[in-house]
């Protein structure tokens, strides 16, 4: 069993001042994470507006008609199809496209591959689906001629897809990174500063115990462990052990009765009377009975001096034999 614990005085708390790193590196952390996602939330704003001009700047033509298409550098370009409510309904297929005919500067018809995958786009008042994408292999005037449904234009311009992608995947990337690098940053300051309080707390307890028990600081004592061996468990009821019983008490010399009437006294398994050729003992004389089932006599019920005869009231021995006759 372990011995009682002492007093606890908790030990001596460490200054916050001297813990490293300072509280302010939480702040930087924070920070990280707040910039990361403003620079993502800002890349997305970006990615729209710049999406919002480009698609301002698309040339378009009536359908149906003709006009001309100015392209100042060679690459890749995509034919749009111009209409209200496209991006709601891209996936009828009782939709017309319209016939459109490309001729580059030299007089060549340009080859229109179809789009792969539906992309709409809904920026600045225009709605729009991709239908075809062509490469222009030279810079100049192309000559567009379209055929089809009244009221509808088609618009001739750059790719949509790989910049908006582009700027999506970008803000992604960074915000990720702020929250990461700020979590990131809190953990392990918040691990140092507690390695640094422990060794605070433990450096002072040193010198508190090389200054002697009756130093300032060192009456601190040791924590009550949970795990302490418990003492004896008092019973939950019943007497104390080894008090006294709380019935009468026997008097010397008096024995359990040896029997009920009716039972015999013999143990379990024995006969019950004595074995043949030995003489049985004779009883002797009965214990009284205990306890006594009437009560003890009171002190008022015990004669008093007054009612003893004394020596002088006894009679003498004349008085009780009677004088002989006198002789005759």
Do not use: C
Not at 12 to 32: C, D, E, K, S, Y
Not at 70 to 80: A, K, L, Q, R, T
Not at 140 to 152: C, P, R
């Amino acid at each position: 069993m372990q011995p009682a614990p002492g007093p606890f005085t908790p030990p001596p708390a460490a200054n916050t001042q001297q813990i490293r790193p300072p509280l302010w590196w939480f702040g930087v952390a924070a920070g990280i994470g707040v910039v990361g996602i403003g620079v993502a939330i800002a890349l997305f704003v970006i990615g729209f507006m710049r999406m919002t001009d480009k698609v301002d700047d698309f040339t378009r033509i009536d359908v149906p008609g003709t006009g001309t298409v100015e392209i100042d550098e060679p690459g890749g370009y995509s034919v749009y199809y111009e209409y209200p409510g496209v991006s709601d309904d891209f996936y009828d297929p009782f939709a017309s496209e319209p016939a459109v005919t490309i001729i580059d500067p030299s007089g060549d018809e340009v080859l229109l591959e179809p789009y792969d995958s539906e992309v709409t786009y809904n920026f600045g008042g225009h709605e729009g689906e991709a239908l075809w994408s062509f490469d222009a292999d030279e810079p100049g005037a192309y000559e567009v001629t379209t055929e089809g449904d009244m009221g509808t234009e088609i618009a001739v311009g750059p790719g949509l897809g790989h910049s908006l992608v582009a700027y999506v995947v970008a803000g992604l990337a960074v915000g990720g990174l702020g929250l990461v690098g700020g979590t990131a940053m809190a953990i392990v300051v918040g691990v140092r500063r507690s390695r640094s309080r422990r060794q605070i707390v433990a450096a002072r307890m040193q010198q508190a115990a090389a200054r002697g028990p009756g130093a300032p600081g060192a009456a601190w004592g040791p924590l009550p462990s949970p795990w302490a061996a418990p003492g004896p468990a008092a019973p939950a009821y019943g007497p104390t052990p080894g008090a006294p019983p709380a019935g009468p008490v026997p008097p010397p010399g008096w024995s359990a009765p040896s029997g009920q009437p009716g039972q015999s006294s013999a143990g379990p398994g024995q006969p019950s009377g004595a074995p043949s050729g030995q003489p049985s003992a004779s009883p002797g004389p009965a214990s009284p009975a205990w306890p006594p089932t009437s009560p003890p006599p009171s002190p008022q019920d015990a004669p008093s001096h007054q009612d003893v005869p004394s020596p002088e009231d006894a009679p003498s021995s004349s008085d009780s034999a009677p004088n002989p006759p006198p002789p005759g």
